[in-house]
C-alpha cells in the first residue's frame, strides 16, 4: 500500500509549502495517541496545538503541518492548519474512488455507523470514523486519513446549530446519505424539533451526482427530510410502505430476532444486541449498504458478528463486593429518545432492574417535563429501582413513586457511593446519561469495583 501522504501531494492538496521529503501513514491530533510516522496536525481549542509541535517531533512524527516557519524538522507549511486538514480531505476524496456513506441523526449515528462499517469489512478495504470523531475537525480529520485504495469509506457527522451538516458534506460529498432518526435533542439551540429536522436535511445538500438518502419512515419529520431530497431516496421503519420494513421481531435481553422485507425478500436478521431500536438501525443498515451494492445475504451475516459498542448498550459481568451484576453501559450519551429506548432494554432482563439516570443536556426550556416524562418508560419496562444523578434529574426524582425511588444525588460520586449500598446479588443496572453527567465516570468506578476483586483474587 502506498504512502498515506507525501510531502508533494499534502503540499499540492493545500497550497502549503514542504519542508523537507518525507511520507507517513497516518494522522494524528493528539501527542498522547500519536504513533511513529503520524503527520501531526495543531488544531486550535482550549489550548493551541502548536505547542505541542516539538513533543510530537520527540515522540516520532513523520511531519508536522505548523502555521509558523519550521526550518530544522519535516513540516508543512500552511496558513491555517484547520483549512489545511479539510484541504487534506477534499484530496483524499478525489483520489479515491471508494463509495462514502455519511450518517447524521438525532440518536443512533454512531450505532448506524458501527454497523455499516462492520458490514462493510466484511466484504471489502474500509475506512471509517473513529469513536464519534463526527464534528468540525472530525469528518475532515477522518476523510484525510482514508487511503486511495479504500472501497467504501463510512463517516458519521453531528451538529447542534444549523449550517453545520451543510459544511461537513460539502467535503465528503457522499455517495449515500443516511438519516437515522430525529428526536429532541440539542433543542437549546433550536426553536423546535422541525428545526432539528430541518438542520439534519442539511447532509442531503452535499450529496454526489446520483447520491441516494435513505430516511426513517416512521419519523413524524419524514415529509421534512423528503422535500429536502434533490434526487433519488429510499426510507426504512416499521410501516408497510418503508423500502427496508421491518415485519417482525422477538426480544430478549441478549438480542433479537427480526424479519425485515428489503428488495423484495424477507430476511432473518439476528442481533447479538438486545433493543427494538438496535432493530430500527439495522434495517437502515441494510437498505445503506444495499444502495452501495453490497449483497445482503453478506450483510445479514455480519450482523450476526456485531461487537459491543463502548457506552452504547455495552453489557459487563460484575462482581461487586461479592455480589454478581449485570452492568449495561448506556453511559455514551442521552436524549428522551435514547433514555426510553434504554430503559426499555433494561425491562427485558430478569431479576431485579436497577436504573442509573444521570442529567440530559441541551434540551433547552423543556427541560424540566423531558426529564419527568420519563417515568412513563420506567414504568412501562418495570423498573424495580431507579437512582437520579444530577439538578435536572431532580424532576423526575420528583415524580417517581416511592417503591423504585432509590435516591437523588448531586453528583456521579455521591450516586456510586448510593447504588453499592443497594446492590444486591442477580442485579442489572442500567446506567445512562448525558456525556458531562459524568455517568461515564460511574461506570469506569465500577469496573475498577470488578479490577480490584479479580486481582485480590489473583493475588
Not at 137 to 153: C, S
Not at 198 to 205: Q, V
Not at 343 to 351: Q, S, Y
Amino acid at each position: 500500500m502506498s504512502a498515506l501522504w507525501t510531502h508533494i501531494d499534502a503540499a499540492n492538496a493545500t497550497g502549503g509549502t514542504a519542508v523537507g521529503d518525507w511520507s507517513v501513514n497516518g494522522l494524528s491530533i493528539d501527542t498522547r495517541s500519536l504513533k511513529s510516522g503520524d503527520l501531526f496536525i495543531p488544531l486550535k481549542d482550549i489550548r493551541d496545538g502548536h505547542d505541542f509541535i516539538p513533543t510530537a517531533l520527540e515522540k516520532g512524527a513523520g511531519a508536522v503541518i505548523s502555521e509558523h516557519p519550521i526550518t530544522d524538522a519535516p513540516a508543512l507549511i500552511v496558513e491555517d492548519s484547520l483549512k489545511a486538514l479539510e484541504d487534506l480531505a477534499i484530496a483524499a476524496r478525489k483520489r479515491s474512488g471508494a463509495t462514502r456513506i455519511a450518517i447524521t441523526g438525532s440518536v443512533g449515528k454512531t450505532s448506524v455507523k458501527e454497523m455499516i462499517a462492520h458490514i462493510c469489512r466484511a466484504v471489502g478495504q474500509t475506512h471509517n470514523s473513529i469513536k464519534s470523531f463526527n464534528n468540525h475537525w472530525g469528518v475532515p480529520f477522518t476523510l484525510a486519513g482514508m487511503a486511495k485504495e479504500t472501497e467504501y469509506g463510512v463517516f458519521e457527522m453531528g451538529m447542534n446549530h444549523a449550517g453545520e451538516l451543510a459544511a461537513l458534506t460539502k467535503i465528503v460529498r457522499p455517495n449515500i446519505a443516511v438519516v437515522t432518526k430525529v428526536a429532541p435533542a440539542h433543542l437549546a439551540h433550536f426553536k423546535s424539533v422541525v428545526d432539528i429536522a430541518k438542520a439534519k436535511a442539511e447532509i442531503l445538500s452535499g450529496l454526489a451526482d446520483s447520491g441516494i438518502a435513505i430516511l426513517p419512515k416512521d419519523s413524524d419529520y419524514f415529509d421534512v427530510l423528503r422535500t429536502h431530497c434533490q434526487g433519488e431516496w429510499q426510507s426504512f421503519g416499521w410501516c408497510a410502505r418503508a423500502d427496508a420494513q421491518i415485519l417482525g421481531s422477538r426480544q430478549t435481553a441478549h438480542g433479537s430476532v427480526s424479519t425485515i422485507y428489503i428488495a423484495g425478500r424477507e430476511y432473518e436478521v439476528n442481533l447479538p444486541i438486545a433493543g427494538a431500536h438496535w432493530v430500527e438501525n439495522a434495517a437502515c443498515a441494510l437498505l445503506a449498504v444495499h444502495s452501495a451494492n453490497i449483497d445482503l445475504d453478506s450483510a445479514v451475516k455480519a450482523l450476526k458478528t456485531l461487537p459491543n459498542i463502548q457506552g452504547r448498550g455495552e453489557v459487563h459481568a460484575l462482581s461487586i463486593k461479592g455480589k454478581s451484576v449485570i452492568l449495561i453501559d448506556e453511559s455514551y450519551n442521552a436524549n428522551p429518545e435514547s433514555m426510553a429506548a434504554a430503559i426499555a432494554v433494561l425491562g427485558l432482563n430478569i431479576g431485579r432492574k436497577i436504573a442509573v439516570l444521570g442529567d440530559m443536556l441541551e434540551l433547552g426550556d423543556g427541560e424540566n417535563a423531558l426529564h419527568a416524562d420519563l417515568l412513563e418508560p420506567i414504568q412501562s419496562a418495570k423498573i424495580d429501582q431507579v437512582l437520579t444523578c444530577g439538578v435536572r434529574m431532580k424532576n423526575l426524582y420528583n415524580v417517581l413513586p416511592k417503591a423504585v425511588n432509590a435516591g437523588w444525588f448531586s453528583g456521579h460520586e455521591k450516586c456510586l457511593a448510593g447504588l453499592l449500598e443497594q446492590v444486591q446479588d442477580g442485579d442489572t443496572i442500567m446506567v445512562k446519561g448525558s456525556n458531562a453527567s459524568g455517568m461515564g465516570k460511574l461506570v469506569a468506578a465500577l469496573k475498577t469495583q470488578q479490577t480490584i476483586k479479580e486481582r485480590a483474587h489473583a493475588l
